[in-house]
């Protein structure tokens, strides 16, 4: 029978509710996915970590496209602050572009001002001048610098005011930044301790706020999106990779338990790096016959009802929902984004309440379009994943870095624990990696050959 006015209405209230947008901690939307058997909840060891450190920590916490990190990194926040923590948030994609190399000069000066900024949202007075008026300060103390960067230096100039212009040149000109970042290639030493210095008034200025004995946290976050454009991407990955690998110990600030929201991919090039990553639910097991994870599945239905409510998911799906929604639950492969995906589509396509089998087949091929095709050179490199349950990384090169990156980042490389980490194919184009990979080996030529007079 058509569809009443009264079930277009559910649909589309059942639409919106499918969104696909972080969640800020109380939404009746969230399902917890991490912490039941086999399975280790990423923010309570980022929690425990800061807890245990007590004064101060460095802490690398990423996370692949659409895996959920900013909501779990609010989650972290929520949580944190109600066991009495001062925690301050920034995003650096606010101070830079996410397409462009990036220094260490730039990171401490970034860190800095976004610590500053911070402190004045929260509305923390600060005793001295903010971070930007201070750093024209420092920039303007000796002529030579000034000079370099072509700093204006008149008599009677508002420091405030110029602390400003430079903050918004910082922010929005790439040349000057590459300017700055020349001029202070050997004055790191000298910039770390500015940057020391502004950081340790101003947990000053919280203490005198929030108590004595008030612990701070700072959450930076967005580090993971300097990835390049298609023109310069090695560029700016390598440069990711020199900041990680060698300026390291410069990011501990003193007195603060700092958290970066870092590139995945790091855990690949920098063997021993300490770094909580966020993986899928683990729907199957690692056995031959992928056995079904029952506490995964039941995490993922939870989620669902979360979004429908129970009666919700009786009436879209049938009695029994779940013998039904299931299918959709198993072809998402663990990732939050492609399950929100999948019933998605489905929910566009119902011209049926409950929803036939022919609409939720036609939503999984919508989805499955998004990964197709596959190149034969690729399938047979997902199908060494496929067989192995691991990555085929020869070497850490950067064209092989990148391509487990690209992968793993549209999700057809899936990211996967449980004590061990161990990886798979996305259950959406599994079949269609294997069938490619193995006409190959049925087209191929035999090999010639020789015999011995």
């Not at 692949?64 to 001062?86: C, I, N, P, W």
């Not at 706020?209 to 990835?227: C, M, P, T, W, Y």
């Amino acid at each position: 029978m058509p569809l009443t006015s009264d079930d277009r209405e559910f649909r589309k209230k059942i639409y919106q509710e499918l969104t696909d947008k972080p969640l800020k901690p109380g939404d009746p939307r969230y399902q917890p996915i991490y912490g039941h058997p086999g399975c280790e909840d990423p923010i309570q060891l980022l929690q425990d970590s800061i807890d245990f450190a007590d004064v101060e920590s460095l802490n690398l916490f990423s996370g692949f496209r659409g895996s959920g990190k900013t909501t779990e990194l609010f989650r972290l926040q929520d949580r944190l602050e109600k066991a009495g923590y001062v925690v301050l948030y920034a995003d650096a994609i606010d101070y830079i572009s996410p397409t462009a190399p990036i220094q260490i000069s730039d990171l401490l000066i970034i860190l800095a001002g976004a610590f500053s900024d911070a402190l004045q949202a929260m509305q923390i007075d600060l005793t001295h001048e903010t971070y930007w008026t201070r750093f024209w300060n420092y920039l303007t103390k000796t002529e030579v610098m000034a000079k370099e960067l072509n700093l204006k230096t008149e008599v009677g100039m508002d420091p405030v005011k110029a602390g400003a212009e430079l903050k918004l040149e910082f922010k929005t000109t790439p040349s000057f930044r590459e300017k700055l970042s020349k001029a202070l290639g050997d004055r790191i030493g000298d910039l770390r301790r500015e940057v020391e210095g502004f950081f340790e008034d101003g947990f000053k200025d919280i203490r005198k706020k929030r108590g004595a004995d008030a612990k701070v946290v700072f959450l930076f976050d967005s580090l993971e999106q300097i990835r390049g454009s298609l023109s310069n991407e090695q560029e700016v990955t390598r440069s990711v990779e020199l900041l990680f690998s060698n300026y390291l110990p410069l990011l501990h600030i003193p007195y603060l338990h700092m958290v970066y929201t870092v590139p995945p991919w790091l855990k690949f090039v920098l063997p021993g790096v300490n770094m909580v990553v966020l993986p899928c639910l683990r729907m199957w097991d690692r056995d031959a016959g992928r056995a079904k994870c029952e506490a995964g599945a039941k995490a993922a239905e939870a989620l669902v009802e979360k979004r429908f409510s129970h009666q919700g998911l009786e009436r879209f799906f049938g009695p029994n929902p779940f013998a039904r929604a299931d299918r959709l639950i198993s072809m998402c492969g663990g990732h939050y984004r492609d399950l929100l995906l999948l019933l998605r589509e489905t929910v566009l396509r119902a011209d049926s309440l409950p929803v036939s089998e022919e609409a939720i087949n036609a939503a999984i091929i919508r989805v499955r379009s998004n990964y197709l095709p596959i190149s034969l050179e690729d399938a047979q490199w997902l199908a060494q994943i496929e067989r192995e349950r691991a990555t085929p990384l020869k070497s850490t090169a950067q064209a092989e870095i990148n391509r487990l990156t690209k992968f793993l980042d549209t999700h057809i490389v899936l990211y996967l624990r449980n004590g061990e980490e161990w990886y798979d194919v996305h259950p959406l184009v599994r079949d269609e990696v294997c069938r490619i990979a193995a006409s190959a080996q049925v087209t191929s030529p035999p090999p010639t050959v020789t015999t011995t007079p």
